[in-house]
């Protein structure tokens, strides 16, 4: 059964409902399950409360993802997805999960998505965070990368480690010719000694940069930006192999 959400009319509150075996409960009443598993637009609780009723979709699901470790923004995703334009042929390695906001981003759009997560409780977090998703195409590997990456002619290796540059080697021997490696990192001495090491591989860096995000209030006559904006989050360092 698909995963559905209910908004409530009057509030606006939004409430993610994971299966629809049984009837949901909110403070606004209980929506009946045979009405969750219907195919109505607006469902009623038992208090006469009116809610909107909509299949769920990978960003409410990534809404619900147990959180861990730091998680990167749908900002920083977005644009290693645009700028890597992996697909649904795409076979991808993702190192350092955390709580699986980037590689379950990847799964969304790509044929395979391996994980390596060495830290014993973000790989139990990434596994419980999996079966929230439901992703077939995801491999979990509680496994050293900077060991080595047991992959092979893959389109785009994502770094969200301490020590990126322990991995080029493996990772340039990995890479399809042509392929795409990201490291996110969250200061510019890390940024500088990656660099200075890929820069002796095959891998040709393309660029580095932050994304920031800044939210405006358009209501009535008030067009002005919010006082509190999404700032630095972390470096993005392209890299391709040629």
């Known amino acids: 059964m698909t995963s559905k959400i209910l908004i409530h009319q009057q509030t606006g509150k939004k409430f993610f409902v994971k299966d629809c075996l049984d009837n949901f409960h909110t403070q606004y009443g209980i929506i009946p399950v045979r009405l969750l598993q219907s195919a109505q637009d607006i469902v009623e609780s038992t208090k006469g409360e009116f809610f909107y009723q909509l299949d769920a979709t990978f960003p ?6 147990n959180r861990g470790p730091q998680v990167m923004l749908p900002k920083d995703i977005g644009l290693i997805l645009a700028k890597t334009g992996v697909n649904k042929d795409s076979r991808v390695v993702d190192a350092g999960g ?47 990368i900077s060991a080595g990456i047991e ?45 200075e090491v890929a820069c002796k591989t095959r891998f040709t860096i ?29 470096f993005l360092t392209f890299c391709r192999k040629m």
């Open 60 to 65: 409410d699901v990534w809404e619900q993802l």
């Open 151 to 195: 992959e092979s002619d893959l389109d785009l290796i994502t770094l969200d480690l301490p020590e990126p540059w322990k991995v080029v080697l493996f990772a340039e021997k990995a890479l399809k010719n042509g392929g795409f490696l990201v490291v996110y990192l969250p200061n510019l001495l890390q940024v500088k000694q990656f660099i």
């Open 206 to 234: 393309l660029e580095t940069l932050e994304l920031l995000e800044r939210k405006w209030k358009i209501e009535d006559r008030i067009m002005r930006p919010e006082f509190e904006m999404l700032g630095h989050t972390g």
């Open 98 to 144: 955390g709580s699986g906001s980037l590689c379950f981003s990847l799964a969304n759009v790509c044929k395979e998505v391996v994980v390596y997560e060495i830290n014993p409780e973000h790989y139990r977090l990434l596994l419980k965070n999996n079966g929230l998703c439901g992703f077939q195409n995801v491999i979990i590997k509680q496994n050293d």
